[in-house]
């Protein structure tokens, strides 16, 4: 073929939805490696190492058939799913390419850490050990009064409640285990009956369903810690990026919304196998779950309908915390256990909303405090124990890496941490674990925006500045970007740049924060010498440099010292239900608290929203810490930027 | 084949178990009515009405081949089901007949009346009619906060408690039904949602399970009446006839044991099913159901193992009273409703019994009571309400017309009060709706025995009298045996006649029951001077004469006037727990009262029922009003009949 013109193809790499144009010919991996997509690799690409497991979905005609190695690498039963060798496997056509969990990198740094807030440890599981005596002509009491009068006598254990089904195997447990047996209870219902003692061994599984991402951790209910976590992507991308698009996909019939709720439980079975082959804690071990997530999160979870969400006036069905059996949800934990997802708040704001409250214990502090829960949605809570101003902001999953040229999971290799320098444009980055770049991660993201600000790579509005002469800023295709790490130090085999429309994605993501914050400010009448402490949390971990995110105007401007850093606090929330009873109680009394603020519906939002596009924002007077870094560096504005005003 | 010698056959009739021989080519009708089976027949066998309808089960080839009349009456899925008009199939070899209960006489008399004890109507199954306002942008509460909330306001319901699927599919109720509800309530669970005001129709059924027979009542559950009962053989007993056969048979497996459970819930569906029909109302307005039965009826009914019931020290599974969703159980009533089984007592003492003791309140009363429940186990209870003895007899079935040559169910033409005059030996009897005799039901069986012996038929121990100079009385293939009607007048073509065998299967049964009684006053230490009142229930229902028990010694002598028949007062108890949250408490509480005497581990046992083999009984002092008449009869015994001493 030498000769011809290359043609080129398009490659999706699922769940991520990262498209990537490539030559004809080209393997999947060279491709996931172009499109910054997570594929593990260990060998290089040289069929030696079979870690690049792909599956071809869609257009199996348009790859190269089985080699060699793949036959060595793959069964025959993954062969005939459609597995394939990344690095073995060349496209000649369009195709779309699904990374399996097991194929993603395996240093992945946890997006799933966050603060870790004090509780009193009472989870409700707990076990019980008795030993009976058999029965004889003189006590022939039926073996469950034998049992619960023995966990009255030896326990004070009133009221139990027995579940049918154990009544039907209970002769044939106490018989089997020689009349010694593990009680497990939860609150005040026996869940399971286990031969011998084994009270040693209570464990729970706490989760965070995001939009975008799922985070999970195995906690050992006896000393309240976190003994292995783990995260991955939502299996509900490919339904739709938004959550709009899947409450769309969900309603047009029970088909359809069972299909987005296997997706996510599937996820979330999947990151706790993951867990338990870690500890070596069996599943009949884990004895109970807690669920947060945003409130169409929530509905997919349980199976609701969640087309009244999409629809004026946005009513959840449910918002209530629930407790619900385990096997009915379809979580693979112990089979009579229970799954208890936290209340909402509202149609836009949350379970993992009460959690973030709960972690960050706004509910009960005197100080006023403003909360920002970075993600898809980007949840904003202004207020202290009196009562506390909720909003939801459709900020978009940039910062998590979506539609970010160069973006991607916070993974080996991935840029954390960016400095320019202002005179030289000179770029220095960190990478996770120290490896050569293939791409961006969250905190990096905010950095990038806030230190091209700084240098003047951008402006106010967001725009680059083409005259600059450095060979980091081109255009290409007619689109300015600008060069953060040359194909010589990244892994890629290509430049890592941030572009021109990577700016104005999270730009408008950044601006509908700002927004949310300034308006629920507004409503309440307080400014931001008011406010005592500042909560930023989000699944891009603890990683974020507030100093770069006050640059760029993701929020107000505070003193750094208010502002304190919590990553994923909805997990944090997640965790402390999971342990603590009055921590669920809390849970459902935060409700009455709080008041919904719905953004749209506000007079001035339009204006504010216009506002906070610019960088930090438009009326400079409310980043005056910012607005004096920019005028030493020599990038304060030379116009005053028009700002709307508010009616 | 005129001239040769007419072959005889056996026929078999499920459920009931009745044999019959009869020559090689009569119909089944013909077998049917000689056997006694209870088969309906309304063209009297002319294949004109098509109500004969039975299914041949066994040797299906030992019939004759479909006629036409039988095209005519059944349907081609009825054919293929092996069902034939009994009056157009002649048997030529031996076979198994089933007759399904709508071939079953229509006008049978219930065999669940029992004595009616007020009771305070307070019923866990209440109804709520709301009206709820839609949601707004200003009112956008969830759908389950909306409904309670108004739950709340309009009837002050507190801490309701919603299942997962209602609250799934609640957005979709309040919609569909314009926001105006009835709430379904069973103690604080919302069970049901229906649109509209549905509050004039809640309705429950009650059932008692006995060994042989199953009563089942309809209830309106808004005036706590009856507003139907009926009654069928229990399915089970094709797996055997007594409690322990069928517990060796559950013992073989799972699959056994669900085949049993399956059995009695069909029975019950089909009564439910016919008490549906008769009174329009819908199978999802049953909202509960409370069930009855001794303690290995219960266990198979809950598909609780019974195997430890059949083993020593007898031990029950469950004795405390449990509620499961009735979809769990195969029970055809709303679907999200529960059934309510009362407890048992001890491995022989049921929920019968505990239904008996609510129905007759002995539990409360200060009156010194002895009870007997009549039927394949008869259970007495002796004691008030500070403390009850009880035992549990294997009297078997057959007062219930089982093994007895002509006994049948109190059905029309059934004999069910029998006079023998003493001097001509005259028969005189009284049929249910005087129709022509065609057996003998269970009150009947007791007059006859008691007649018989007043008569000089029998003795005191049962031996029938061959010397006697009557036509009535004769030898039958060596059995002697008495003759009720005349072939003439009964409409089997046959004679009806009581035989020695009878007499003794029946002389067992009473015998069993005294022992018990008698046993059970001398572990008290009291007289039959000492009871105040004697409660006689039973499946037979209020039709016997406790004038003819007395003479026959089937239970102590007392003054009549302290003798009170309650019919199926086991299935009163099922109605009041029905209609009565209290009754259930009660019902519970009893079990502190109660004692449990196991007969057989008795010293006197023995003796104690050798002696009351005899009629009425070895020791004729106890007997004083019987032994006069007896006297005046000229029928006490001449020779003293020796009486076992009690060690």
Redesign the interface.
């Known amino acids: 073929m030498k000769g011809c013109i290359a043609m080129e193809v398009n490659v999706v790499f699922q769940p991520e939805g990262k498209r990537v144009r490539i030559k004809s010919g080209s393997t999947i991996l060279e491709a996931a490696n172009l499109a910054g997509a997570d594929l593990t690799s260990i060998c290089g690409g040289k069929g030696k190492c079979g870690k690049c497991k792909v599956i071809v979905e869609k257009e199996k005609g348009n790859v190269s058939s089985i080699a060699e190695a793949e036959n060595r690498f793959l069964s025959s039963a993954e062969i005939s799913a459609g597995y394939r060798l990344a690095c073995c496997t060349s496209v000649m056509g369009n195709v779309v390419v699904r990374i399996p969990e097991e194929s993603r990198t395996g240093r992945q740094r946890l997006q799933v850490e966050g603060i870790e807030t004090p509780v009193k440890l009472e989870p409700l599981v707990k076990k019980y050990f008795v030993k009976l005596q058999g ?3 003189k ?7 034998r049992l619960l009068d023995e966990l009255l006598v030896q326990y004070g254990l009133e009221n139990l409640e027995l579940t ?1 089904d154990l ?2 195997r ?3 447990i106490l018989r089997d285990s020689g009349w010694e047996v593990t009680v497990v209870m939860r609150d005040n219902e026996i869940i399971s009956l286990e031969p011998g003692d084994t009270t040693d061994r209570i464990f729970g599984y706490a989760v965070d369903i995001g939009t975008t991402k799922l985070a999970g951790y195995l906690l050992d209910l006896i000393t309240g810690k976190v003994i292995a976590a783990g995260s991955a992507m939502n299996p509900q991308i490919p339904y739709g990026e938004d959550v709009v698009t899947r409450i769309t996909y969900a309603m047009k019939g029970i088909k359809e919304l069972k299909e987005l709720q296997r997706a996510v439980v599937g996820g979330l079975n999947q990151i706790l196998a993951d867990l338990l082959e870690k500890t070596g804690v069996k599943r009949e071990e884990v004895y109970e779950m807690t669920a947060v997530g945003n409130t169409a999160m929530h509905h997919l979870f ?4 969640p ?2 969400l999409a629809l ?9 915390e ?1 407790s ?2 385990a096997k ?1 949800v379809g979580v693979k934990i112990n089979s009579r256990s229970y799954v208890h997802v936290l209340p ?1 708040i ?2 836009f704001v949350g379970a993992d909303n009460v959690a973030v409250i709960l972690a960050t214990e706004i509910y009960k502090r005197s100080e006023l405090c403003l909360a920002l829960d970075v993600g898809t949605n980007t949840e904003i809570v202004l207020g202290n124990k009196d009562e506390m101003l909720v909003c939801s902001c459709a900020s978009g999953p940039a910062f998590e890496g979506a539609h970010i040229k160069h973006g991607m999971r916070a993974a080996t290799g991935a840029i954390e941490k960016v400095r320019i320098d202002p005179e030289t444009l000179e770029v220095k980055y960190w990478t996770i674990d120290d490896a050569k770049p293939r791409g961006i991660c969250g905190s990096a993201l905010v950095d990038v925006l806030a230190e091209m600000l700084k240098a003047g790579v951008i402006d106010a509005t967001g725009t680059m500045n083409k005259e600059l002469n450095s060979p980091r800023l081109r255009v290409c295709e007619g689109v300015p970007e600008f060069v953060l790490a040359w194909k010589k130090e990244t892994s890629i085999g290509d430049d890592i740049v941030v572009t021109q429309r990577d700016v104005r994605e999270l730009q408008l993501a950044k601006a509908a924060m700002n927004t949310g914050a300034m308006t629920l400010m507004r409503k309440k009448g307080v400014t931001e010498k008011d406010i005592d402490i500042v909560f930023i949390a989000g699944a891009f971990g603890s990683y974020i440099d507030p100093e770069s995110s006050t640059v760029i105007g993701m929020h107000p401007e505070f003193p750094l010292e208010k502002v304190k850093v919590v990553g994923n606090a909805a997990g944090t929330g997640a965790r402390m239900a999971l342990v603590s009873k009055t921590c669920r109680k809390t849970a459902e009394e935060i409700h009455g608290k709080i008041r ?1 603020v ?1 953004l749209a ?1 506000e007079p001035c939002f339009q204006a504010e929203f216009m506002n906070s596009t610019f960088m930090p924002y438009a009326d400079l007077n409310r980043f005056p810490r910012t607005s004096e870094l920019l005028r030493k560096l020599g990038r304060y504005p030379k116009k005053p930027i028009p700002t709307l005003p508010c009616k």
């Open positions: 029965p004889t002509l006590d022939p009491r039926s073996d469950v009064d049918y009544v039907q209970l002769p044939f349980l199976k609701l309908n087309k009244f004026s006036p946005y009513t959840p069905v449910l918002r209530k629930i619900v059996n009915r909402v509202a149609g919904y719905e519906a």
